[in-house]
């Protein structure tokens, strides 16, 4: 009898499952990824067109996580097409993270009258035309994306606890640019500060390093989440994930 993980050969050592039974392709999951992939950079591509400072605007943890996310989905659909190993739940957990970040940073508190950091009446990031379009797809369309790549097309059970240390790590990376950025560029320069709650002149260091651990403790908890609730979802097979049909036989 075949186990899910490994058989026994002639000698007696254990040998992988997919040595057995060979991986299948997942055409539908490499379109998906693919897809959403696409819509990060497109949101990307319309940014740095419109803005007049590529610099600029590859200094937002959107645009890095979206790039970020961009890289790791087009792996993933070139791993699903050619029926190869998934990559490693530390880096597929690690980009649904800071993407779920953007979005919630997003629609929480930068889009969010009442937040105290709002950025809707801030003239540089105006949603008209195009920049609406970006918008859309890299606060929205490609955060919901990638959750239901997480949920539908990954198996469950592949995150850790010592992941979720682990992830904070670019944050905190990016939190220390941000500020290192602001302080070597000219006062009044626009965009000095990327975000509000990161913003010196206005809240002086000791507000920002305050955000910052606000922030950070809301990441990790946010992060503690993903591993929990990896744990816990079922699992959603599809025929691809077959390695035969129920009326075949025992061997499933």
């Known amino acids: 009898m075949i186990g899910p993980s490994s058989s026994r050969a002639a000698g007696g050592s254990s040998v992988p499952a997919e040595a057995v039974v060979?991986?299948?392709?997942?055409?539908?999951?490499?379109a998906f990824r693919a897809l959403i992939a696409l819509a990060a950079l497109t949101g990307t591509v319309i940014d740095l067109w419109i803005s007049d400072s590529a610099l600029r605007v590859l200094s937002y943890f959107t645009i890095q996580s979206n790039i970020l996310l961009a890289v790791v989905l087009a792996l993933g659909a070139r791993r699903a097409w050619r029926a190869r190993r998934p990559l490693p739940?530390?880096?597929?957990?690690?980009?649904?993270?800071?993407?779920?970040i953007t979005g919630l940073v997003y629609h929480v508190i930068l889009a969010n009258d009442s937040s105290g950091f709002s950025m809707t009446d801030d003239p540089d990031h105006a949603m008209t035309g195009a920049r609406q379009v970006s918008n859309q797809l890299l606060h929205t369309v490609t955060p919901i994306g990638a959750v239901l790549d997480w949920l539908l097309l990954t198996r469950p059970g592949a995150l850790r606890l010592r992941h979720a240390g682990l992830w904070l790590t670019y944050p905190l990376?990016?939190?220390?640019?941000?500020?290192?950025?602001?302080?070597?560029m000219s006062p009044g320069t626009p965009a000095r500060y990327p975000y509000p709650f990161l913003d010196v002149d206005a809240h002086g260091y000791a507000g920002v390093l305050g955000n910052a651990a606000i922030f950070?403790?809301?990441?990790?908890?946010?992060?503690?989440?993903l591993v929990t609730a990896?744990?816990?979802?079922p699992e959603v097979r599809g025929r691809e994930n077959r390695i035969s049909s129920q009326a075949a036989g025992p061997l499933k």
């Open 89 to 100: 739940a530390v880096v597929t957990g690690g980009v649904l993270l800071f993407i779920c």
């Open 230 to 233: 990896d744990r816990f979802r």
């Open 216 to 225: 950070g403790l809301a990441f990790y908890i946010l992060a503690l989440l």
């Open 173 to 184: 990376a990016y939190f220390g640019f941000a500020l290192i950025r602001g302080a070597l």
């Open 22 to 30: 060979p991986r299948r392709r997942r055409p539908l999951a490499a």
